[in-house]
């Protein structure tokens, strides 16, 4: 089994939610880390993947609502500094994969699948190889114990429920 490393620099991992039920709210995580070991990243079922995100590093454009995200009305940063997700299962589907695992969120433990493409593999201008993936997963907010919300005069709440999360990843080998 082999180590690979996230170039942090070519990847992204990023959410969007609904706002005031009529437009998107977009935001990404800036600081994590991730441990990806597997026999060829040809072949994602052999890997295992965690992923640890700094939760004070949100970034969603607009200061005031990150500082509103960071607070226990939202994620609670400064007891639940961070987001885990650990895969428990991988399967394949042609260069398309089901990765589930437990994602944590503000102390809260729920299964989670994120549909895979494999992306390709290259070679940069180093001879270094690089793997690309993208990856999305849906989940309830509220099922997290992120249940803030304002109801809107013209009916409706202001933050949706459902949060798409996608990830953009250019993985190769630890050094």
């Given at each position: ?16 939610v ?7 709210v977009?935001g ?21 993947i ?11 454009r ?14 609670d ?32 433990t ?66």
């Open positions: 089994m082999a180590k690979w490393a996230v170039d942090q620099s070519h990847s992204t991992i990023g959410f969007e609904k706002h005031m039920m009529v437009s998107k977009k990404s995580f800036e600081s994590y880390t991730a441990d990806v070991v597997a026999e060829d990243l040809t072949d994602l079922t052999t890997a295992s965690a992923f640890k995100i700094d939760v004070a590093s949100i970034h969603t607009n200061e005031d609502r990150d500082n509103h995200l960071k607070s226990a009305d939202f994620f940063a400064e007891n639940q500094p961070s987001i885990d997700f650990t895969s428990t299962s991988i399967t394949k589907d042609r260069d398309d994969y089901k990765v589930t695992g437990d994602l944590t969120i503000k102390g809260v729920k299964p989670v699948t994120f549909d895979v493409e494999f992306g390709g593999k290259g070679t940069n201008p180093w001879g270094v190889e690089v793997y690309g993936f993208e990856a999305e997963a849906k989940i309830n907010r509220e099922e997290f114990g992120l249940t803030w919300n304002a109801a809107l005069e013209t009916g409706g709440v202001l933050v949706g429920k459902d949060i798409k999360i996608k990830v953009e990843l250019e993985v190769n080998p630890a050094a």
